[in-house]
């Protein structure tokens, strides 16, 4: 059963068109800019397991370069490249060979063969790093949904007190109307008629308290929605009862199996699994292959004096690196211990949130009933002061007393009927499901 606060004479009838939960949802889910900052991330990981995945390939490049020498290794080196090296006796004078130039023109190559490993290993981590930014994003998704949720429900909140200080404006309306009746006649005094002004005035401000809070409001569920602050906006609806039922320890299980932030940890244990192994790697030896071809000339660039090639295995093996090999194998160790306690605390944390989130929502479904009874006594006990004072049997501070407890009673109700809606928000947000769930949130 719905119990709106239209219902016990909380609100004014009639409301605006404005934006529902499921519209200030999607809105988020496209412009807010903490998902467009983490989406473009996605992209750029996803960028990253591209380029560890074209290591795989050779590597190629064109070159073309000059140099001028009087060095004689490298002065004979350039003549030898144009077969301009003059053998004979007599000839070239190997130890004062005078200057020399070479223009060279060339395409180098270089191929991975096997590294022990690493190419592949960095291939796993970045498609693991995807894995994990994909949780964060899923992560911040809740999040910003709950904000929305959130801010949505302080709109509707806000704009529930703004109406309950415009029922008690009336009331103070109507009764310094009686205290000028009760003057005029006689059976009052001047300082009840005074005190009813006042009394009007302050509820008045309160009013105005009221209007300023729903304008932040709305201005904050603008920013969680990534829209401007001063975008015009309203919200549909109202804030009603709807029945919810939890079990604590269901709750506690959907939590652990879908927190998208344990399922990221879980990813980050893997890859310092992975950080083992490329540790392990640097014990193995690489392979590779290297080529090139080249043009050379001693006059002008770009030509073709003479051409060679060559074309090679290598392999290399570290055999001492004064044990930098064995501290990497033992940090990569510490790292996988270190994330398992870091899992373990999600898992405390996650059911703490999940319980508290729970327990609030138990209180908040208590305080509704208590506040629903309130009302209804607190009209009741005014309509007797009322009547009481018009037969000049109550002081106008009883009256105000009364009026207080009312206008009291009516601000708790709207209190509960907000903490329940935000509770049940906070269950589904804690449970890692409110992307799902929150449109049964809706009306």
């Known amino acids: 059963m719905k119990l709106k606060l239209i219902a016990l004479s909380l609100f004014l009838t009639g409301s605006a068109y404005g934006i529902t939960l499921d519209e200030a949802v999607k809105t988020a889910l496209e412009k807010n800019n903490l998902l467009l900052a983490k989406k473009y991330e996605l992209k750029e990981k996803e960028s990253d397991l591209k380029i560890s995945k074209l290591r795989l390939l050779p590597t190629v490049d064109l070159y073309s370069e000059y140099n001028k020498t009087t060095d004689p290794p490298y002065a004979i080196m350039n003549r030898m490249e144009v077969h301009k090296l003059d053998t004979r006796m007599g000839g070239t004078d190997f130890n004062d060979p005078g200057k020399y130039q070479l223009f060279k023109t060339g395409v180098r190559t270089t191929v991975p063969i096997w590294l022990g490993g690493k190419l592949r290993i960095a291939i796993d981590l970045s498609e693991k790093e995807v894995k994990a930014t994909e949780k964060q994003l899923k992560k911040d998704t809740e999040r910003v949904v709950f904000d929305v949720v959130s801010a949505y429900y302080n709109v509707l909140t806000a704009r529930a007190f703004v109406e309950t200080a415009q029922l008690a404006v009336r009331d103070a309306e109507k009764h310094l109307k009686d205290a000028e009746v009760v003057y005029k006649a006689g059976l009052g005094l001047k300082s009840d008629y005074l005190r009813a002004k006042v009394y009007l005035e302050q509820m008045k401000e309160y009013l105005v308290k009221a209007k300023s809070n729903y304008e932040i409001a709305k201005r904050a569920l603008n920013i969680a929605m990534g829209l401007p602050p001063s975008h015009p906006i309203d919200v549909d609806g109202d804030l009603t009862y709807r029945k919810f039922q939890f079990e604590l320890d269901k ?88 994330v398992k306690e870091y899992i373990e605390r999600a898992k405390k944390g996650i059911e703490f949130e999940v319980s508290r989130a729970y327990f609030r929502f138990q209180e908040a479904k208590k305080r509704i009933e208590l506040a629903e009874a309130a009302i209804k006594e607190a009209q009741e006990s005014l309509r007797i002061v009322e009547k009481r004072y018009k037969n000049g049997l109550a002081t106008i501070t009883e009256l105000f007393d009364t009026q207080t407890a009312l206008n009291q009673a009516r601000s708790n109700y709207v209190a509960a009927l907000s903490a329940y809606r935000q509770a049940v928000a906070e269950i589904y947000y804690t449970e890692g499901v409110l992307q799902k769930k929150y449109s049964e949130l809706v009306e």
């Open 251 to 338: 709750l506690i299980e959907t939590a652990l199996r879908n927190r998208p932030e344990l399922k990221e940890l879980k990813v980050r244990l893997s890859q310092t699994k992975d950080m083992e192994r490329l540790a392990k790697s640097d014990f193995l030896p690489n392979f590779g292959a290297f080529g090139e071809y080249f043009m050379a000339d001693d006059k002008v660039p770009w030509d073709k004096e003479n051409s060679s090639w060559v074309f090679g295995f290598q392999a290399s093996l570290n055999l001492f690196d004064g044990g930098i090999k064995f501290e990497k194998l033992r940090k990569s160790r510490l790292s996988q211990l270190k």
